[in-house]
């Protein structure tokens, strides 16, 4: 088969493959890929399992605000130790959230434990209550701040919840 032969070839089969696959798969291509923190392993922004949502209730040891990455603190519950992985800083700042060593919070998100063999804490819902909580990711966990780069700063990006499907995440 000639070059134009297997040209048409290949382009048939993909286009017969597209119906194949999986909703959303050639929209998530626009989008920030999900990413293996470093370290610890854990797909962000996207690694919010709803199978292991709960609330931790601690006290703060520290807060990063990184360049890239999530914004993140150290919490410290009855015994345990979690990091606490919120939203982009720029976003962590729009929300005013003001948080100091020693303060007292709930947190609301998806647990994990890291390939660090630290517990992790992605955050949904982060305040002194429940009641008074600033929401970051919506009740399906998708990223309140958009969950993408390039225009997802201030201003910009693709609205609400359009990150990535979670198992996008490859190290």
């Known amino acids: 088969m000639g070059a134009r ?7 048939l089969a993909l286009l017969l ?7 959303g798969a050639f929209e998530a291509r626009t989008e920030q890929s999900d990413r293996a923190l470093p370290g610890c392993g ?10 292991t949502v709960g609330s ?7 807060l990063q605000l990184p360049d ?3 914004a993140s603190f150290s919490l410290e519950a009855e015994g345990e130790h979690w990091i606490v992985l919120a939203s982009p ?11 100091r060593a020693g303060d007292s919070l709930i947190v609301r998100g998806s647990k994990t434990l890291g390939s660090d063999g630290v517990l992790y804490l992605v955050a949904q819902e982060i305040g002194p209550t429940a009641a ?11 990223p309140l701040w958009g969950g993408h780069r390039g225009g997802a700063g201030p201003g910009g990006g693709r609205g609400p919840g359009r990150s990535r499907e979670r198992g996008a995440c490859r190290p």
């Open 5 to 11: 032969g297997t040209a048409v070839s290949v382009s």
């Open 17 to 23: 493959a597209a119906p194949c696959a999986p909703a």
């Open 42 to 51: 854990i797909c962000y922004p996207g690694g919010y399992d709803l199978n």
């Open 56 to 62: 931790v209730r601690g006290r703060v040891l520290d």
């Open 68 to 70: 890239e990455g999530p």
């Open 89 to 99: 800083a720029w976003h962590w700042r729009k929300t005013g959230l003001n948080l």
């Open 132 to 142: 008074a909580a600033v929401v970051l990711r919506d009740g399906r966990g998708k």
